[in-house]
């Protein structure tokens, strides 16, 4: 451990710490033993036991009897405090800005009011109210990128959108290409599908293409975050987003595109990689918990609709019940060609401008 100010186990704790918060030490991830990384480090025994102590007691180290410490993230109500809105702080230890409580009241009231025109339905929707997927479908198209109802699907927030892709795309054991660090919770959700991890290292500039199309060549889906990247707030250039071609299907996360402060908001990700598959959040622009997600392939013409022919049947789970399409999807055709191609089915070729 390099020279900081303070005592050495505290040093311990505060590393652990940040390596936890910016996804380098996994969810879940078993610690070594206090004599291993005391040996691995120099450092004492005592050091490293103070430290970990100190990371059980802030909730970043969950314990059981006889068995080896795991990472975990602190339970938000007990360990960080509510903060304290005033017209001056800006709280920097959410990545949201305040919700505008007055908009949002009166966006509830009218939805409430319109709420019975819904009721003469029986009220299972599977892709969202068709009035809300315009609206994502012109929030696109103020973005510069032209699409369709039929290619969004309606989400309860970003979280879930990445849940039922996962769920629907992925097999225990396929490879994934994630950035390094990304955004913790997707760590959690690709993890509990049992596949396999191949972070790809953001640099101080950014997103490295070579890096990425060769962990690509392999993997069965990529998750990027290119806008206002979760942890590092990096944001990937218009270049790189022509440049990148990746032999897998890939998800693009853009939760963050609407917290743009200065400058215009990056152009989306899709209008070069048409056939990406974009999720999106208004818990970022309005308020966590608001939650709508639009998800779908924006970018690409006709595809990734709902084939409303044939109506889902995912019950019975296994890879195959995920060929039939619970989604009712066309992802998953997608998905289909590249598990038979064995990695030799590549993107169209990015579009000009
Ligand atoms: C990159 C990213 N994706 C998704 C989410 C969660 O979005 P939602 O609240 O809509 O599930 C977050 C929240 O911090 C995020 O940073």
Excluded at 103 to 117: N, Q
Aim: aromatic residues 4%.
């Amino acid at each position: 451990m390099e020279r900081c100010p303070g005592p050495a186990h505290q040093r311990l704790s505060d590393r652990l710490m940040l390596l936890v918060l910016d996804g380098r030490l996994v969810l879940g991830a078993t610690v070594p033993s206090e004599r291993d990384l005391a040996a691995a480090l120099g450092v004492s025994r005592t050091t490293v036991g103070t430290a970990y102590r100190t990371l059980v007691e802030e909730g970043y180290l969950a314990t059981r009897e006889r068995a080896r410490a795991t990472v975990r993230l602190p339970d938000d109500d007990k360990h960080v405090p509510t903060p304290r809105r005033t017209p001056t702080a800006i709280d920097l230890s959410f990545a949201a800005p305040q919700a505008p409580g007055e908009i949002l009241h009166a966006a509830f009231v009218s939805a409430l009011e319109k709420l019975p025109r819904h009721y003469e339905r029986h009220g299972y929707d599977r892709y969202g109210i068709e009035e809300l997927r315009d609206a994502v479908v012109r929030w696109y198209e103020r973005r510069g990128l032209p699409t369709s109802r039929d290619s969004i699907l309606v989400t309860s927030g970003a979280q879930h959108a990445l849940a039922l892709l996962a769920r629907t795309m992925l097999a225990p054991r396929d490879r994934v290409v994630i950035d390094h660090p990304t955004y913790p919770h997707v760590i959690t959700t690709l993890v509990a599908q049992q596949v396999r991890l191949v972070p790809v290292g953001l640099t101080a500039v950014g997103w490295d293409v070579e890096q990425l199309q060769t962990a690509g060549k392999s993997a069965k889906l990529a998750y990027l975050i290119p806008d206002f990247h979760n942890p590092t707030g990096l944001c990937m250039s218009r270049a790189v987003r022509q440049q990148l071609e990746l032999a897998c299907p890939t998800i693009v996360d853009e939760t963050m595109v609407d917290i743009c402060l200065d400058g215009a908001p990056p152009v989306p990700f899709a209008l070069a990689q048409p056939d990406a598959i974009s999720i999106g959040s208004v818990s970022k622009a309005f308020g966590e918990g608001c939650g709508s997600a639009g998800s779908g392939r924006p970018g690409a013409s006709g595809a990734g609709r709902p084939t409303s022919s044939r109506p889902g049947s995912g019950n019975t789970g296994g890879r195959a019940a995920r060929d039939r399409d619970p989604l009712g999807w066309r992802i998953h055709e997608s998905a289909r060609s590249h598990r038979s191609a064995a990695g030799a089915t590549r993107h169209p070729r990015p579009r000009a401008g």
